[in-house]
């Protein structure tokens, strides 16, 4: 062999040595055309005792059987379809919605490409009293990738929580999806499709829900500000600026705030305000805040108690970009008040209380100290391939989705989540269908009074603890809601022993609950 | 393939150039948008939907950066290996580390700014080394014939 052609084979030897890992790990990144959300990654029990009657398998709880090779253990006899709304009888609250895309007239009169429920964006308010039946009918009226709603921050049985592909199928183009619950948590929610998410989201398709307790609110009187960030806009109940709540001098107001963007928003104001409620649940004893922001977790939600000066309004700054005015409605505008260096911690503000006693709901009785099963959210970020598109992707526990853990419980476990982010970015975690109640953060025990979350912003370097019990059977997201993240990955689930999908995720079912 | 690696090192330095005007056009437009009332914050920036004259700067910065210029690198090490030049191998697989190593210090500037200062002095490193290696692929022929009288 002429040394010419040595040369010539050696440098084809070491382009391939450089290109077939990579031409490897695109091939195995790539998705099947559609897959059940049971064949994802890994079994993870949390190190607690595996469910009867599952049988241990090793190519399941290995960490590399996400594509659909094996079916994961201890699934097949309750499809979630089946588990819906067991109340019967005529609904307290019935609701039509029908959806739409196209242009959407804004209530500050601005036009935008997007989606509407019943013709406008935020869609309708829902308001319903404590332990109301709530009846909603969603009609697609011409959204083409189909829709669903979710319920977020409502701990409804898993086939009324509206995730595309694995709760329900998105529904279709003319076609219905009647959703049932009974609302017997307190609080402030909202709602949104779980359907192509990150765009129907962002484009509008969401809206307020409110339930009462059964006495009425302690404040005199109440406003709901949903800020969202319309192409580039960022609105108040779809208004820009400073948007003006008429309300009495002296009264308290319940400011009630859904963060329905992807990215968490500050709060402060122009005088001592008290937050009274994070994710729809009370907190006990909350004092004064002078001086400092609360961070408002992207899908979350806060309620503020502010007090309306006299001869004033009252302003409460959401963001740089909006406020809301609280106050006589010939009170001069307030200017904007400075943003205070210094956050509220939660994991300090008000006063302890043990936790059966909040609320008086049953969800909320289980004592954390005796979780069974103890999970591990590591949350980091590297190159690869995800569905064959390469890129700089969010990681769990050091894998690329799907390769990422299951996590398993039975009905009655208390369970405690790790949540460690090493990502370099805030990531604000949603899990779905139930409360947690947050234990620590990077060690340090919570002090203050009980903080209930559905949504919590983990920043980079942080690790939270949170502890909740399994009490609602099905197959439950547990992903980022800065929705371009779930898309880019980091989605998880939540599995009970027992439970079956029969809905796919992918092209070929149509379902895209990211 | 001698010129494919002298054309290949001539676009990489090419582009540390585009990359830097796209920032720095970005960051001005930026300034002139808060200027003029722009809030940004994190909803902002999240939204995806930022619209203000240098905005494209970043996107332009984002996609050279993550995906053609380590894609260039690359393509520049495999070339390296079927030119007959000394020290293109070397110089080939230096640019492709020094490529990972700006991405990588370009993320980590998102948590520790001391990271992106890192990030603007090793551009002008794989600057210099792209003409550097597009120098080798264009020095006199008598390398080449010295090789060829060689074999």
Redesign the interface.
Known sequence: MS??RR??L???A??LA??APLAWFWWSSLLPGSYSVMDMGYTDYGGGPVPAGTATDDDASSHGSAHGTSHMPGHGSTSVADLRTTARGPADVSVDLVADQGTVTLPSGREIDGYTLNGSSPGPRIDAREGDLVEVTLRNGSVPEGITLHWHGIDVPNAEDGVAGVTQDAVREGEEYTYRFVADQVGTYWYHSHQVSHEQV?GGLFAPLVVLPTGGIPQDREVLAV?H??????TLNGEEDAVRFPAPAGETVRVRLVNT??????VWADLPYRVVAVDGYDLNEPGPVTGQAVVLT?GGRIDLEIEVPDHAAARVQV???TAAVVGPEDAEEPAAPPQPDENLDLLTYGEPAPLPTLGGQTNLTFDPTTAERHFKYEIG?R?GFLDGR???WWTVNGHLFPDIPMYTVEEGDVAVFRIENNS??SHPMHLHGHHAVVISRDGVPATGSPWWIDSLEVD??EEFEIAFLADNPGIWMDHCH?L?HAVEGLVAHLMYAGVDTPFRIGDDAANHPE | MRSAYRILSYVLAAEIVIQAAAMVYAVAGLGKWVDGGGVLDKAAFESDDLSFTGVGGFIVHGINGMMIIPLLALILLIVSFFTKLPKAVVTAVGLLVLVVLQVVLGIVGHEIPASGALHGINALLIFAGALHAARLASTPKVVVEKETAAA
Do not use: F, M
Not at chain 1, 261 to 266: E, F, I, T
């Open positions: 040394k010419q040369r010539l050696l440098a084809s070491a382009t450089l290109l962002r800020t960030t319309y192409q580039g806009i960022r963007d992807n990215a968490l928003v500050p992207a963001g740089g970009a970020r190159p390469p890129g700089l370099g970015e980079h370097g800065n371009p």
